[in-house]
Protein backbone atom coordinates (compact mmCIF):
# COMPACT_ATOMS: atom_id res chain seq x y z
CA UNK A 1 0.00 0.00 0.00
CA UNK A 2 1.50 3.12 -0.99
CA UNK A 3 1.60 6.53 1.26
CA UNK A 4 -1.36 7.94 -0.61
CA UNK A 5 -3.34 4.63 -0.30
CA UNK A 6 -2.69 4.55 3.52
CA UNK A 7 -3.27 8.71 3.93
CA UNK A 8 -6.77 7.89 2.40
CA UNK A 9 -7.66 4.61 4.35
CA UNK A 10 -6.72 6.29 7.84
CA UNK A 11 -9.02 9.24 6.58
CA UNK A 12 -11.85 6.77 5.99
CA UNK A 13 -11.11 4.75 9.16
CA UNK A 14 -10.98 8.66 11.02
CA UNK A 15 -14.78 9.26 9.85
CA UNK A 16 -15.82 6.31 10.44
CA UNK A 17 -14.42 6.81 14.54
CA UNK A 18 -15.69 10.28 14.63
CA UNK A 19 -19.74 8.85 13.07
CA UNK A 20 -19.61 6.35 15.55
CA UNK A 21 -18.28 8.72 18.98
CA UNK A 22 -21.14 11.21 17.74
CA UNK A 23 -24.38 8.09 18.01
CA UNK A 24 -22.27 7.03 21.16
CA UNK A 25 -22.81 10.09 22.56
CA UNK A 26 -26.32 10.84 21.30
CA UNK A 27 -26.97 7.09 23.32
CA UNK A 28 -25.90 8.33 26.06
CA UNK A 29 -27.59 11.63 26.16
CA UNK A 30 -30.60 9.40 26.12
CA UNK A 31 -29.98 6.72 28.37
CA UNK A 32 -28.70 9.31 30.83
CA UNK A 33 -32.13 11.21 30.61
CA UNK A 34 -33.84 8.08 31.06
CA UNK A 35 -32.49 7.31 34.17
CA UNK A 36 -31.52 10.35 35.56
CA UNK A 37 -34.57 12.69 34.11
CA UNK A 38 -34.25 15.35 31.74
CA UNK A 39 -33.00 18.88 32.18
CA UNK A 40 -36.56 21.05 31.29
CA UNK A 41 -38.02 18.75 34.39
CA UNK A 42 -35.26 19.66 36.93
CA UNK A 43 -35.41 23.14 35.82
CA UNK A 44 -39.29 22.95 36.27
CA UNK A 45 -38.71 20.69 39.48
CA UNK A 46 -36.69 23.31 40.91
CA UNK A 47 -38.72 26.35 40.36
CA UNK A 48 -42.06 24.26 41.33
CA UNK A 49 -40.64 23.14 44.51
CA UNK A 50 -38.13 25.56 46.02
CA UNK A 51 -35.71 22.38 45.45
CA UNK A 52 -31.57 22.64 45.54
CA UNK A 53 -29.56 21.86 42.63
CA UNK A 54 -28.88 18.12 44.75
CA UNK A 55 -32.59 17.83 45.74
CA UNK A 56 -33.51 18.36 42.19
CA UNK A 57 -31.14 16.24 40.64
CA UNK A 58 -32.10 13.47 42.95
CA UNK A 59 -36.14 14.13 42.39
CA UNK A 60 -35.60 14.15 38.88
CA UNK A 61 -34.03 10.92 38.76
CA UNK A 62 -36.94 9.70 41.39
CA UNK A 63 -39.29 10.55 38.75
CA UNK A 64 -37.88 8.75 35.52
CA UNK A 65 -37.81 5.79 37.28
CA UNK A 66 -39.77 3.31 39.03
CA UNK A 67 -37.15 3.20 42.05
CA UNK A 68 -33.82 4.02 42.51
CA UNK A 69 -30.93 2.69 44.79
CA UNK A 70 -28.81 4.64 46.56
CA UNK A 71 -25.69 3.83 44.31
CA UNK A 72 -27.88 5.45 41.68
CA UNK A 73 -28.68 8.87 43.24
CA UNK A 74 -25.25 9.03 43.83
CA UNK A 75 -24.65 8.73 39.88
CA UNK A 76 -27.38 11.76 39.78
CA UNK A 77 -25.65 14.25 42.21
CA UNK A 78 -24.08 17.12 40.05
CA UNK A 79 -20.47 17.28 40.04
CA UNK A 80 -19.75 19.58 43.02
CA UNK A 81 -15.97 20.07 42.85
CA UNK A 82 -13.42 17.42 44.81
CA UNK A 83 -15.45 15.73 47.75
CA UNK A 84 -14.77 12.19 48.55
CA UNK A 85 -16.43 9.71 47.48
CA UNK A 86 -18.59 6.95 48.59
CA UNK A 87 -19.65 7.19 51.81
CA UNK A 88 -19.93 10.73 51.54
CA UNK A 89 -22.34 10.81 48.30
CA UNK A 90 -24.30 8.08 50.01
CA UNK A 91 -24.72 10.54 53.30
CA UNK A 92 -25.22 13.93 51.23
CA UNK A 93 -28.22 11.62 49.20
CA UNK A 94 -29.53 10.80 52.59
CA UNK A 95 -29.38 14.66 53.82
CA UNK A 96 -30.81 16.20 50.64
CA UNK A 97 -33.58 13.20 50.24
CA UNK A 98 -34.33 14.58 54.15
CA UNK A 99 -34.55 18.06 52.98
CA UNK A 100 -36.35 17.53 50.01
CA UNK A 101 -39.43 15.37 51.86
CA UNK A 102 -39.58 18.48 54.33
CA UNK A 103 -40.27 21.09 51.17
CA UNK A 104 -42.64 18.32 49.14
CA UNK A 105 -44.41 17.76 52.29
CA UNK A 106 -46.31 21.23 51.72
CA UNK A 107 -47.42 19.64 48.21
CA UNK A 108 -48.11 16.31 49.93
CA UNK A 109 -45.58 14.53 48.16
CA UNK A 110 -44.03 11.51 49.99
CA UNK A 111 -40.54 9.98 48.78
CA UNK A 112 -40.75 6.51 49.93
CA UNK A 113 -37.48 4.37 51.54
CA UNK A 114 -36.74 1.13 50.72
CA UNK A 115 -35.24 -0.18 53.22
CA UNK A 116 -31.61 -1.21 53.01
CA UNK A 117 -31.82 -0.29 48.69
CA UNK A 118 -33.37 2.98 47.88
CA UNK A 119 -36.01 5.29 47.16
CA UNK A 120 -39.16 5.72 45.85
CA UNK A 121 -42.04 7.69 44.48
CA UNK A 122 -45.35 6.24 43.94
CA UNK A 123 -47.52 6.47 40.70
CA UNK A 124 -49.85 8.56 43.44
CA UNK A 125 -46.93 10.74 44.04
CA UNK A 126 -45.93 11.41 40.64
CA UNK A 127 -49.48 12.13 39.90
CA UNK A 128 -49.42 15.04 42.69
CA UNK A 129 -46.21 16.28 41.13
CA UNK A 130 -47.39 16.80 37.72
CA UNK A 131 -50.66 18.48 39.15
CA UNK A 132 -48.66 20.79 41.19
CA UNK A 133 -46.40 21.38 37.99
CA UNK A 134 -49.57 22.14 36.09
CA UNK A 135 -50.96 24.33 38.83
CA UNK A 136 -47.39 26.66 38.69
CA UNK A 137 -48.02 26.58 34.96
CA UNK A 138 -51.47 27.98 35.57
CA UNK A 139 -50.39 30.41 37.79
CA UNK A 140 -47.60 31.94 35.38
CA UNK A 141 -50.33 32.44 32.80
Not at 15 to 44: F, H, I, M, T
Not at 58 to 76: D, K, N, P, T, Y
Request: charged share 30%.
Amino acid sequence: MGPHARVDALQDENRRLRVNLEEALEREAQLEAALLGSEADSVVFKQVFGLNPQQTAIFAALMAREQCSLEALCLALPQLGSRKKDRDEAELVKVQICRARKLLRAQGIVISTIWGWGYRLTDVNKAKVWRAVEAAKGGDA
